[in-house]
Nanobody
Framework: QVHLVESGGRLVQAGDSLRLSCAASGRTFSNYAMGWFRQAPGKEREFVGAISRYGSLTYSIDSVKGRFTISRDNAKNTVSLQMSSVKPEDTGVYYC?????????????????WGQGTQVTVSS
């Protein structure tokens, strides 16, 4: 069992930066590739990006590429999503998730554990 807790979500203005964190506890954190997802109001949850078990590989969707950066610190059991130049369309609940099936999975079914989410609201 892996317990994930996201934090850092808040109300920001377009163009601002913020950093989301996800703290993990339970099983060995480095055994899991990690992903970030988000769910905008009235929309389905979508994949945002992923990071490999030891952080050497990252991937993000085109709409956030160059603005969002995913990193992890296995010594601290945390994964982060650094968001810059945010846009109103980045508004949503952001979730981190852990996958034992390997890096880069975009489908939610590949993730074994999920956090409860943190709300990000970007005003124009």
């Amino acid at each position: 069992q892996v317990h994930l807790v996201e934090s850092g979500g808040r109300l920001v203005q377009a163009g601002d930066s913020l950093r989301l964190s996800c703290a993990a506890s339970g099983r060995t954190f480095s055994n899991y590739a990690m992903g970030w997802f988000r769910q905008a109001p009235g929309k389905e949850r979508e994949f945002v990006g992923a990071i490999s078990r030891y952080g050497s590989l990252t991937y993000s969707i085109d709409s956030v590429k160059g603005r969002f950066t995913i990193s992890r610190d296995n010594a601290k059991n945390t994964v982060s999503l650094q968001m810059s130049s945010v846009k109103p369309e980045d508004t949503g609940v952001y979730y981190c998730a852990a996958s034992s099936r390997g890096y880069g999975r975009k489908d939610q079914a590949s993730y074994d554990y999920w956090g409860q989410g943190t709300q990000v609201t970007v005003s124009s």
